[in-house]
T-cell receptor, first 110, second 115 residues
Framework: KNEVEQSPQNLTAQEGEFITINCSYS?????LHWLQQHPGGGIVSLFM?????KKHGRLIATINIQEKHSSLHITASHPRDSAVYIC????????????WGAGTKLIIKP | KAGVTQTPRYLIKTRGQQVTLSCSPI?????VSWYQQTPGQGLQFLFE???????NKGNFPGRFSGRQFSNSRSEMNVSTLELGDSALYLC??????????????FGQGTRLTVV
């Protein structure tokens, strides 16, 4: 079993829909990252969380440390949101590396 | 502030050759981490350098090595290339690489194809 599990693996939605991507992890962590990867490879860091909730524009990220679960929400989704969204955790026993989820491929249709 | 710069963006090599990839972190950042991304394995940690010292290493064979210079630029070297080394290699820079509040910034990656 992977230490970081994301669901769904693939998600196709219509423009304007509310999107939720989930991330569950099995190790103790000091932080969780949500990242976005567009075709071509570049990765952009969206959020870094250690508790609670963060919001940036139409993106919201929440984390429940007790349940070892985080969600990334996109409100009023747009085709330009189409990308792979990756969850990565920084384990407590290592501040130097991240353990990565497999990613969720999101396609927003106009 | 310039972002993380990786060069080259694309590279084609033949089996048995060696390759060197470069990563220039954000100015002032002293930590550089390297990751390999393949379709089958996802993103995997290679190693992390801080102030010219390798602080942590992932589970990759010794053919994968790296170094960091005094200006924090880092290079990654892969010797005796194998077909399975074909991947996107990403580097990330951060100010310290430590602590909850340290954010990492990623480069565009170098796509290596081994034929």
């Amino acid at each position: 079993k992977n230490e970081v599990e994301q669901s769904p693996q693939n998600l196709t939605a219509q423009e304007g829909e509310f999107i939720t991507i989930n991330c569950s992890y099995s190790v103790g962590i000091s932080a969780l990252h949500w990242l976005q990867q567009h075709p071509g490879g570049g990765i952009v860091s969206l959020f870094m969380l250690s508790s609670g909730k963060k919001k940036h524009g139409r993106l919201i990220a929440t984390i429940n440390i007790q349940e070892k679960h985080s969600s990334l929400h996109i409100t009023a989704s747009h085709p330009r949101d189409s990308a792979v969204y990756i969850c990565a955790v920084r384990p407590l026993d290592s501040n130097y590396q991240l353990i990565w989820g497999a990613g969720t491929k999101l396609i927003i249709k106009p | 502030k310039a972002g993380v710069t990786q060069t080259p963006r694309y590279l084609i090599k033949t089996r048995g050759q060696q390759v060197t990839l470069s990563c220039s972190p954000i100015s002032g950042h002293r930590s550089v981490s390297w990751y390999q991304q393949t379709p089958g394995q996802g993103l995997q940690f290679l190693f992390e350098y801080f102030s010219e010292t390798q602080r942590n290493k992932g589970n990759f064979p010794g053919r994968f090595s790296g170094r960091q210079f005094s200006n924090s630029r880092s290079e990654m070297n892969v010797s005796t290339l194998e077909l399975g080394d074909s991947a996107l290699y990403l580097c990330a820079s951060s100010s310290t690489g430590l602590g909850v509040n340290t954010e990492a910034f990623f480069g565009q990656g170098t796509r290596l194809t081994v034929v």
